[in-house]
C-alpha cells in the first residue's frame, strides 16, 4: 500500500470490456511519481487516498483481471 493525493480525472470515450464501473483518476504519491489508478470508493481530486500496486491490485477483481495495476483501496481521514 502506498498513500496519495488524487490530482485529477481521466477522461475516456470507449471503455474496455471486463473493466467494472468506476474511475480512472491520477494521483501523486508521497515519492512524487505520478499514477493513473482505478476508484470504485468515489473519491474526488485533493482527497488523500490508500492506493495498492501490481498484480495484487488486479487480484481484487473476480473473472478475467482487467488492465489495470493501480487501485485505491481506502480514503484517509484528515483528521
Aim: glycine share 14%; proline share 8%; no cysteine.
Amino acid at each position: 500500500m502506498q498513500q496519495a493525493v488524487v490530482t485529477g480525472t481521466v477522461w475516456s470515450t470507449k471503455r474496455i470490456d471486463g473493466i467494472p464501473p468506476g474511475a480512472l483518476l491520477t494521483v501523486r504519491t508521497a515519492g512524487g511519481e505520478e499514477l493513473v489508478a482505478f476508484d470504485v470508493l468515489g473519491s474526488g481530486v485533493g482527497e488523500e487516498v490508500l492506493i495498492s500496486l501490481g498484480s495484487v491490485a488486479a487480484a481484487w477483481f473476480t473473472g478475467t483481471p482487467p488492465p489495470i495495476d493501480a487501485l485505491i483501496i481506502g480514503s484517509v481521514d484528515p483528521r
